[in-house]
């Protein structure tokens, strides 16, 4: 079993920035790849951005240039690096891992652009 807990969201007006933070636990040993998704209202979730214990990165179009996905193996955690926000880029963000085959899932952090 592996537990994520995600934090940081929050309101910010367009052009702020915001960090998200995701903490992983339990059976960590096998983790390689953690995502980021993220689901706006009447929309599918979709990838934001993805990263290997080796630290190689990928992102989608249109965050590209300005969220910044890292890692810190040590203490088991993800980061989202959020610039130069959208109000687009509302939606509710969740950190995403496997483990053995298994989808974990944590239970999303709510991030709101708005003036």
């Known amino acids: 079993q592996v537990q994520l807990v995600e934090s940081g969201g929050g309101l910010v007006q367009p052009g702020g920035s915001l960090r998200l933070s995701c903490a992983a636990s339990?059976?960590?040993?096998?983790?390689?790849?953690m995502r980021w998704y993220r689901q706006a209202p009447g929309k599918e979730r979709e990838l934001v951005a993805a990263i290997t214990s080796g630290g190689s990165t990928n992102y989608a179009d249109s965050v590209k240039g300005r969220f910044t996905i890292s890692r810190d193996n040590a203490e088991n955690t993800v980061y989202l690096q959020m610039n130069s926000l959208k109000p687009e880029d509302t939606a509710v963000y969740y950190c995403h891992t496997k483990s053995w085959g298994n989808d974990y899932w944590g239970r999303g952090t709510q991030v709101t652009v708005s003036s």
């Open positions: 339990g059976s960590i040993a096998s983790i390689n790849i």
